[in-house]
């Protein structure tokens, strides 16, 4: 059995799915079967006030040591969306989640500015998804947004995947508090992050590994990290140590 100490970044909640009751039981089942210790964990929802799904994860979540807590936030809604960072860090959240591409605006949009600047003072991480520029999403958005608050760590889910990879490591090169995470990735073609890893420009200290279960399947995720041909240190951190390292874990 491997002792390795596996953390997952990005893992969801949904009461729901693929048809069966999921919740907090479907999310340590899901850890069980791949092998995972600690799980970052959102709620399963995107609505346009995601304050009433916050809430809901926040109790479930309480009391199971395996689970962080995690509270999506949507900056359009101003001076709401900071109370309730507020609140949900209160309640025990570890990092907000940023979802620009379900809320509608661009990441480098001056309302972000705000939940940045509060994730500043309250010592959280961001939590934010990469993609298509057209989307609101694209990588170089998240370093210019670093630029702007060098000071909050912040993991980039997805490192770009797929057309714009080069996008998300160049941020990650000029913004040192940038990390790649490898959700859905990891999965799908682990060569690419052996690839980025073994680049000069990015290394395995800089990627934290994450599933984006239920939908991506974990086990295939531990899997590809595991069998791409990294070497035993460069694993251990991107599986887990640096994610341990950002939670104080």
């Not at 907090?24 to 995972?36: Q, R, S």
């Not at 210019?144 to 990650?172: C, F, K, N, S």
């Not at 980025?196 to 395995?204: D, E, K, L, Y």
């Amino acid at each position: 059995m491997n002792s390795q100490f596996v953390a997952d970044f990005e893992a969801y909640m949904p009461a729901e799915f693929n048809g069966a009751t999921y919740g907090k039981a479907g999310i340590l089942a899901t850890a069980d079967e791949a092998g995972i210790d600690v799980c970052v964990v959102f709620p399963g929802g995107l609505p346009p006030d995601p304050k009433d799904i916050n809430a809901e994860l926040l109790q479930e979540a309480k009391g199971e040591s395996r689970i962080l807590p995690g509270c999506l936030i949507n900056p359009t809604l101003g001076p709401d969306a900071s109370d309730d960072l507020k609140r949900c860090v209160d309640a025990g959240a570890r990092t907000v989640k940023l979802m620009a591409a379900a809320h509608r605006y661009r990441l480098d949009a001056p309302c972000v500015d705000p939940i940045m600047e509060l994730a500043h003072s309250l010592g959280i991480p961001a939590t934010i998804h990469s993609g298509s520029p057209m989307s609101g999403c694209s990588p170089e958005f998240i370093g210019t947004l670093a630029q702007r608050h060098p000071d909050v760590v912040i993991i980039m889910d997805h490192m770009g995947y797929r057309e714009w990879t080069g996008l998300a490591v160049q941020a990650a090169v000029e913004n040192p508090k940038i990390y790649l995470g490898t959700t859905l990735i990891a999965a799908a073609e682990p060569i690419s992050i052996k690839n980025i890893a073994r680049s000069g420009r990015i290394g395995a200290d800089r990627i934290v590994f994450g599933t984006n279960s239920p939908s991506g399947m974990a086990v295939n995720g531990v899997n590809g990290i595991r069998n791409i041909g990294f070497t035993d240190e460069e694993a251990a951190l991107i599986l887990g140590e640096n994610l341990k390292a950002i939670y104080g874990l």
